[in-house]
């Protein structure tokens, strides 16, 4: 059996959880999540608990057992406690602007890149960092991932938007000539 599968998960009495027709919801103060459930796992609330249980012993049903169970748990920990990302910035001249629900960053291209914050999602921007801030994990990391993608952290002089806390390993570059 799977050990993070099997873990039951609690929450709290300020938590809500329904489960209709093979989707799970889960409420709580930061918000409403909610997913499907994959039809060979079951999941039974009892007394401020989560447990889900395989309905088979296939090989698939065994990895999808730890995920749900730690989707799930995300869920919960989510419309709790909430999750957030900072991402960084440096190099001359590289920034962020908020614009309403855009965000405007100024990375050494020819021109200004505009993104528009997803519903669920909250930024708050300062000159060189962003903090984003949501109920949904797996939302927030997809969003900063894009973010990030826009201009990677080279390992030469380590310009470019980094996540807080990311160590960047750095390059000589150039050796000088004898």
């Known amino acids: 059996m799977s050990r993070i599968g099997k873990k039951p998960i609690p929450f709290g009495p300020k938590v809500e959880v329904a489960l209709q027709n093979e989707v799970i919801r889960v409420k709580g103060p930061k918000g409403v999540l909610e997913?499907?459930?994959?039809?060979?796992?079951?999941?039974?609330?009892?007394?401020?608990?989560?447990?889900v249980e395989r309905k088979d012993e296939e090989k698939k049903t065994k990895a999808l057992?730890?995920?749900?169970?730690?989707?799930?748990?995300?869920?919960?920990?989510?419309?709790t406690e909430g999750f957030s990302k900072v991402l960084?910035?440096?190099?001359?001249?590289?920034?962020?602007?908020?614009?309403?629900?855009?965000?405007?960053?100024l990375l050494g291209f020819?021109?200004?890149?505009?993104?528009?914050?997803?519903?669920?999602?909250?930024?708050?921007?300062k000159q060189n960092e962003i903090t984003l801030v949501s109920a949904d994990k797996q939302l927030l990391g997809d969003f900063a991932a894009k973010i990030r993608a826009l201009r990677p952290v080279e390992p030469y002089k380590a310009k470019g938007i980094s996540y807080r806390g990311e160590v960047v390993r750095r390059k000589a570059g150039k050796a000088a000539a004898k």
């Open 110 to 125: 020819s021109h200004p890149v505009e993104l528009e914050v997803p519903k669920g999602i909250t930024a708050e921007v």
């Open 88 to 105: 960084d910035v440096k190099g001359t001249g590289y920034k962020f602007e908020q614009k309403g629900n855009k965000i405007s960053f």
């Open 35 to 51: 997913r499907p459930l994959h039809p060979k796992l079951a999941v039974k609330v009892e007394n401020n608990t989560i447990v």
């Open 65 to 79: 057992h730890g995920l749900y169970r730690m989707l799930i748990h995300n869920m919960v920990v989510g419309v």
